[in-house]
């Protein structure tokens, strides 16, 4: 009787899971553990892809990417909305600033529209507009540039620095044992620091540790170039 109970309970749970999905922008494959707030820093990224000029001296947004809990990133979902710029009223100004596209042929409303539909509509939390603005505001609040500069880790020199004094100068702000992940761009046996991750929960208030389980690690086994 009890396991009947149960076993309805569990069937009718289902239907209503599925049901959901069906009138939701559902689709995403696992549930999103974390949100990946990526931050390219140009002079990098620059070296591994042809730009526009004038590239920026400061980190500007990737995007924002839901992710599962054993890291791997969760994309491509079903979106009901249609590439406009509705989302962008209001925020336009800023997105131009910190949200560039960077690449040579690359518009930013390419680039953003991309983000939405590869990791954007993978998440529950945001619509479109809040999904940016949210970005937006994470951009306010978490400069990597500040932040590795408050460590004397500073762009431009052919220095190079730890992977743990990077993670230390983030920690220190994001709280100890909130762990980011880095990625780097390989050019001439020298690993230049090109992406920092730094990880939120699903909802983005508070940082979280980034975890890495299925991700591949980019930046060698040695000190790497803040260029
Ligand atoms: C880099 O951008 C942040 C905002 O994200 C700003 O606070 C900081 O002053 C900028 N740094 C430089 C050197 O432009």
Known sequence: MLLDTMKSSTIFH?????????????????????????????????????????????????????????????ENCKTKYKKSTTP??????????????????????????????????CQNEFQPHDYYKK???????????????????LPGSSKTYTVNAISQAFENVLGIGNKIWLTCHEKNGHFLLMEVYVCFDPKATSPVSCTWKVKRWTCGTGDILFP
Not at 38 to 48: A, G, L
Not at 99 to 113: C, H, I, V, Y
Not at 146 to 152: F, H, N, S, W, Y
């Open 135 to 153: 970005a937006i505001k994470l951009k306010y609040d978490i400069s990597p540039l500040k932040i590795l500069e408050d460590a004397k880790i």
């Open 14 to 74: 289902v239907l209503l899971l599925l049901v959901l999905c069906a009138f939701t922008t559902c689709g995403a494959q696992s549930p999103v553990h974390h949100l990946e707030f990526v931050q390219t820093w140009p002079n990098t990224f620059c070296q591994s892809t042809p730009c526009v000029a004038p590239i920026p001296h400061n980190f500007t947004i990737h995007g924002l990417w839901p992710a599962a809990i054993d890291g791997h990133s969760l």
């Open 88 to 121: 962008y009223q209001g925020i336009r100004g800023d997105m131009d600033k910190y949200w560039p596209a960077l690449n040579a042929g690359k518009t930013n409303e390419n680039f953003w529209w991309h983000e939405w539909t590869k990791h954007g509509c």
